[in-house]
């Protein structure tokens, strides 16, 4: 098998309404400039020498992107809804993607994906140089909603 180098990444975070849970999801995919692509969901490694982007670059539509991702979708009104990814970086190692999704304030997503990282970075001695956290959050209004963060890699 033929390994893939994920050379580039960027860190994204959207949410958005639609007719349907699913339709409210890929509105939040479109919104995040993705929802054209095919993505193959990954774990959550990062490996050494990545360059983050600070935007998505532009790909042919049916691309196969490689993509660590968090959602949730909700009908409920007046629900609040959030998804959040933490990444950490290391000097020492590649670095590690943690996602959160849950009918919570952003805040809470936001704290809960740091936990995570701090933690899967003391389980294997890594120590943590960097922290970067992209986050969405949506409250429920009249169609169903939904909140996508991600980190999506290309090569």
Do not use: Q
Not at 1 to 19: I, P, T
Not at 54 to 79: A, K, R
Not at 109 to 128: I, P, Q, T, Y
């Amino acid at each position: 098998m033929e390994r893939v180098k994920l050379r580039k990444a960027v860190m994204l975070a959207a949410n958005a309404e639609g007719e349907t849970k699913l339709n409210a999801f890929d509105n939040a995919l479109l919104k995040a400039g993705i929802g054209n692509a095919n993505l193959v969901k990954l774990s959550s490694v990062i490996p050494r020498g990545v360059k983050w982007l600070s935007n998505v670059p532009e790909f042919p539509v049916g691309t196969v992107l490689p993509v660590i991702y968090s959602h949730l979708e909700s009908e409920e009104t007046g629900l609040i809804i959030s998804a959040a990814l933490g990444v950490g970086i290391s000097d020492e190692s590649c670095g590690l993607v943690f996602e959160y999704s849950g009918y919570c304030k952003r805040g809470e997503a936001v704290d809960m994906v740091k936990k995570m990282v701090s933690e899967g970075f003391m389980v294997r001695g890594w120590k943590l140089r960097d922290l970067r956290v992209a986050v969405a959050e949506h409250t429920v209004k009249f169609k169903p909603g939904a909140v996508l963060a991600a980190v999506v890699f290309f090569p």
